[in-house]
């Protein structure tokens, strides 16, 4: 039972959003950044990206900044370049050009995927690069760097969690082709053997390949817009099996303004897609951000669902979309101070609530993008906090003592300590104490590479638990038996009450150490016998009730 337990509690870690704070940091525009916090939004001006689209950051589970890149240069979170952390061959200027993902299985391993950009023809290709956070005291270091996957990758690259949710698929698209290469990482690393789908318009030209490419959050779709031929595509995506199949073409037709395609985003639920046309005259004209919607039916159902619900203010221009922590989608509006928000993405239309001047960067500018993120990140049904919590039954030597795990956050691994060298990994032990005493419990919970801690403190006793009282009493202030009272062991809550022969109550006590001193109002009772009725609870969660009489002795 909660009495058992004291009211000390000592949390060791924070509680956290598990996967969503991998993604609390951005750094991006010049030097313009952002920590999505639990309760709020802190911009910050500490980091070393300038002007550049090539970004990706990550976060460990607790939020806390790990590495960021710009496709060419990797900085720790003391924001000096990481060892062996430069000269990596992405390119700053590809619109995706760095993602960064973890090594399923190993909590200190973690992948930098990088495609080259249009500037150099995209010759570098998709490669990867490993870093060890283990080292160089936990400010990590590149052990394996510039590592070909394929060349002539364009500048799309996207990541979300296999069906498995353990590893993770790492697409492209290549260039002058119609094929998609989706890479697995597992725990045994990166299989450099893709999944190979044809699906979709070839890329015919050198702009094709720029604009974003994003899976949704729930692993079922994957949608790209190339920058001048002005089209987006949405695809079916198989998260079990990597495939990209069955496309829907929306043509440039659909979009009004006369520059290109660059952003693309799906809604958390996957139930919306979202697309920033730009223009090309930005001092004197407004970009439009469009929505598409994915339950509208057949394919010609989706193609007509395009909406505009927002565009930009004058001097800037809509680019690139990310969404964010807490479930918003983020617009980079280039050379402005804010960014866009969409605050309700899910929602239909203009119900979407498009804000452009959503999110101050306390006078920091955007760019033309915002950092790229494994889609799944961002996914609704992921676990919320972990918050190691639990509670036990009645401690009682020689007997089984209950432990009911409560935590939050869907935790896979149990660690108890029970106080007495002894341990569990079950979810809900029991465990029996052969002596009496205050022991500290510990429970340890992990979800994958992080874990919270709970440790409170239990006293196991030797249980009795019956309730009695006296067939008389004598309250003549002598020092024996002068107070009517319940006597008795592991009394968690009672109600005593004492009539006289008429049924008119005379007494009432929820306490055991509050008994009855044969007076009424102040006033002696007089000798004679008194009904009484005693309810009491036990800490073990017995109810016992008593009806008798009491002879009282002048």
Known sequence: ??????????????????????????????????????????????????????????????????????????????????????????????????????????????????????EKSFANGL??????????NGSGEIISKNNLLYSLS??????????????????????????????????????????????????????????????????????????VTKRAEVFDFDDATGIVSNPVTIPSTSFTNDGGLYGVEFSPDGSKLYITNHTLDYVNKSGSLYQIDLLAGNAAGIINSGTVVGSNASSTDLRGLQLGPGGKLY????????LGVVQDPDAKGTACNYTDLGLSLNGQVCNWT????????????????????????????????????????????????????????????????????IYEITLIIRKECCTDTVRNFITVEDCFYTAYLPNAFTPNGDGFNDVFQVKGGGIQSMELVIYNRWGTKLFFSQRPEEGWDGSISGAEAPAGVYAYTLNAGFKNGEQKKINGYVVLFR
């Open 1 to 118: 039972m909660k009495n058992y337990i004291a009211f000390l509690m000592i949390l060791v870690h924070c509680s956290f959003l598990y996967a969503q704070n991998q993604a609390s940091t951005w750094y991006f525009g010049e030097e313009a950044g952002l920590h999505f916090g639990k309760n709020a939004i802190t911009t910050l001006n500490d980091g070393n990206i300038k002007y550049k689209e090539g970004i990706a950051c990550i976060s460990d589970c607790l939020g806390r900044l790990l590495f960021y890149t710009d496709a060419v240069t990797v900085w720790n979170s003391s924001h000096a370049v990481m060892a062996n952390g430069s000269g990596l061959n992405g390119h700053y200027s590809a619109t995706q050009g760095a993602l960064i993902v973890p090594q399923p299985g190993d909590c200190n391993l973690y992948y930098i995927f990088t495609v080259d950009g249009k």
């Open 127 to 136: 490669q990867f690069h490993v870093v060890d956070m283990n080292l160089q």
């Open 154 to 227: 364009s500048e799309k690259l996207t990541a979300v969690r296999h069906k498995n949710e353990r590893d993770y698929w790492i697409v492209t698209h290549l260039m002058y082709s119609d094929q998609f290469y989706a890479y697995l990482l597992t725990d045994a690393g990166i299989n450099s053997s893709p999944v190979i789908s044809t699906a979709g318009l070839p890329f015919s030209n050198t702009f094709d390949g720029l604009g974003q490419m994003k899976i949704s959050p729930g692993g079922s779709r994957l949608a790209l817009v190339t920058l």
């Open 331 to 338: 617009a980079a509006r280039s050379l402005g101070k804010f």
């Open 370 to 437: 915002l950092p790229n993120f494994v889609t799944s990140f961002f996914r609704e049904d992921q676990p919320g906090e972990l918050q190691a919590k639990f509670n036990t039954g009645p401690a009682c030597i020689n007997k089984e003592t209950f432990f009911m795990d409560e935590s939050e956050g869907d935790p896979d691994e149990f660690l108890w300590y029970f106080g007495d060298s002894t341990t569990s990994t079950l979810q809900h032990p029991s465990h029996t104490y052969n002596s009496t005493g």
